[in-house]
């Protein structure tokens, strides 16, 4: 019964296209109405496919950004030049197309409302997606997890999300949210450019001794060296939990 009920999630279904917003120049956030959505947990993720007039098909894994709402959820899609699917879903989809979804998927990067320890997010550019999700689900259900957010992006102008994060972190809900830019910093900027460091960490971050759980997504090197740095911090891995995309290599 339970193995049918997994099976039965993971079939392809046909969303509608219910708006599109854009988040940043090159990253867009797609509404999606499901009428079998089964529902999800925040951090996880679903797969996309795409199917040509002749027939050809690919497919990809992108993460919900929305907190669990009956049968909608969100994606946001960020634009890669040379990608097969995302300039389709950044550039031509409109509301009132068809999309074909499959999820939810995931069971070990998530966050449950119900734990009562802080949480440590930390984004390398995109992989704020699935942490805006887990911000959500705390905010729309009453959740008093203290939450830090450590958000590591090129510019100000290249961060997802940023009107809502500002009015999240400055409603006395308790999330507190860092930038960390690694390209271009605003006009009296305290920090110059620069990546996630030990010093950073240490003044944006849960100190170990409080025992978060932290999550931490983005490209494979920007996850690896913040995952490392965690546990030279004193942090328990067993409490780190990573979700990466793309080759290896530097940070956004």
């Not at 449950?112 to 959500?136: C, K, T």
């Not at 910093?185 to 025992?211: K, S």
């Not at 978060?212 to 997504?217: A, D, G, K, L, M």
Request: hydrophobic share 40%; with cysteine; glycine share 10%.
């Amino acid at each position: 019964m339970a193995r049918a009920t997994v099976l039965g999630r993971l079939t392809w279904r046909v969303a509608t296209v219910a708006a599109v917003r854009d988040e940043t120049q090159n990253a867009r956030t797609i509404v999606l109405d499901l009428p079998d959505w089964p529902g999800h947990l925040a951090g996880q993720h679903v797969d996309v496919r795409l199917t040509a007039p002749d027939g050809y098909s690919t497919e990809r894994s992108y993460s919900i950004a929305s907190a669990p709402e009956g049968n909608r959820l969100e994606l946001t899609v960020d634009l890669l030049p040379d990608g097969e699917v995302s300039p389709y879903l950044a550039r031509v989809l409109s509301a009132g197309d068809p999309l074909e979804i499959r999820g939810p998927i995931g069971g070990w990067f998530v966050w449950r409302p119900e734990r009562p320890e802080p949480v440590q997010l930390i984004a390398g550019g995109s992989g704020v997606v699935p942490l805006m999700a887990m911000i959500r689900t705390r905010e729309a259900g009453g959740a008093r997890a203290p939450f830090r957010l450590l958000y590591s992006t090129r510019g100000p102008e290249a961060a997802f999300y940023r009107d809502e994060l500002r009015r999240s972190s400055e409603n006395g809900s308790g999330l507190s949210v860092t930038y960390a830019y690694t390209r271009e910093v605003p006009q009296d900027w305290e920090r110059p450019p620069g990546r996630v460091d030990a010093g950073l960490l240490a003044q944006a971050a849960w100190a170990p001794e409080r025992e978060p759980i932290s999550f931490v997504c983005g490209p494979t090197g920007f996850v690896e060296n913040v995952a490392d740095l965690l546990v030279s911090a004193g942090h328990d891995p067993a409490r780190i939990r990573t979700e990466r995309f793309g080759p290896s290599g530097g940070q956004p």
